[in-house]
C-alpha cells in the first residue's frame, strides 16, 4: 500500500467520523427539541447522556452507512474529474475541496433516498422536517471539506 493510499483512507475515515459525529449529534438534538414542542421538558443532563447513547447506538449502522455513502461519493468526484480533465479538455482538479464538499451532501441525499425504499423506514428520524434533513446533508458537507482537504498530495 502506497502512501498516498494510507493518507485517502486517513481522509476517508476521518471524514465520515466527522460526519457521523456531527449527524448523530445534530439528530438526537432534533428529537430533543420535538418532544420540547411537546411541552415535555428535556434537562442538560438528559441532552447529554441522550446524545451520548445516540452516538453509541448510531455508530455501527448509521456510521457503516455514512462510510460507504462518502467512499462511494468521492470516489465518483474523483474518476468524474480525472475523465473531464482528460477527455473534454476541462481543468478541473480531482483534489478539489469544493467539490468534495459537494460530493459529501450529494451522498447524504442519496443515503436518504434510498434508505426508505431499501428500509422501508425514515432511519434518521430528524429528515423527517426540512431544517433536520438540510442539517444532515450539512453534515455530509463538512465531511467531504476534511476528505478534500486531509486527501490532497
Same mark, same amino acid.
Given at each position: 500500500?502506497?502512501?498516498?493510499?494510507?493518507?485517502?483512507?486517513?481522509?476517508?475515515?476521518?471524514?465520515?467520523?466527522?460526519?457521523?459525529?456531527?449527524?448523530?449529534?445534530?439528530?438526537?438534538?432534533?428529537?430533543?427539541?420535538?418532544?420540547?414542542?411537546?411541552?415535555?421538558?428535556?434537562?442538560?443532563?438528559?441532552?447529554?447522556?441522550?446524545?451520548?447513547?445516540?452516538?453509541?447506538?448510531?455508530?455501527?449502522?448509521?456510521?457503516?452507512?455514512?462510510?460507504?455513502?462518502?467512499?462511494? $461519493?468521492?470516489?465518483?468526484?474523483?474518476?468524474?474529474?480525472?475523465?473531464?480533465?482528460?477527455?473534454?479538455?476541462?481543468?478541473?482538479?480531482?483534489?478539489?475541496?469544493?467539490?468534495? $464538499?459537494?460530493?459529501?451532501?450529494?451522498?447524504?441525499?442519496?443515503?436518504?433516498?434510498?434508505?426508505?425504499?431499501?428500509?422501508?423506514?425514515?432511519?434518521?428520524?430528524?429528515?423527517?422536517?426540512?431544517?433536520?434533513?438540510?442539517?444532515?446533508?450539512?453534515?455530509?458537507?463538512?465531511g467531504g471539506i476534511?476528505?478534500?482537504?486531509?486527501?490532497?498530495?
Amino acid at each position: 500500500m502506497t502512501y498516498i493510499h494510507k493518507k485517502t483512507l486517513f481522509a476517508l475515515f476521518t471524514a465520515a467520523f466527522v460526519s457521523f459525529s456531527i449527524a448523530s449529534v445534530l439528530h438526537t438534538q432534533f428529537v430533543l427539541y420535538r418532544l420540547t414542542a411537546l411541552n415535555i421538558n428535556i434537562s442538560l443532563n438528559t441532552r447529554i447522556n441522550a446524545t451520548a447513547q445516540d452516538w453509541l447506538g448510531l455508530l455501527p449502522g448509521y456510521g457503516a452507512i455514512i462510510l460507504l455513502g462518502l467512499a462511494v $461519493g468521492f470516489m465518483c468526484v474523483y474518476f468524474a474529474a480525472k475523465a473531464m480533465s482528460k477527455y473534454l479538455s476541462l481543468r478541473i482538479s480531482a483534489h478539489s475541496t469544493a467539490l468534495y $464538499g459537494f460530493a459529501g451532501v450529494c451522498s447524504f441525499i442519496a443515503m436518504f433516498a434510498l434508505m426508505q425504499p431499501i428500509l422501508n423506514i425514515t432511519l434518521i428520524a430528524s429528515v423527517r422536517s426540512e431544517l433536520g434533513y438540510l442539517a444532515q446533508c450539512v453534515a455530509g458537507g463538512i465531511g467531504g471539506i476534511i476528505f478534500g482537504r486531509l486527501s490532497k498530495p
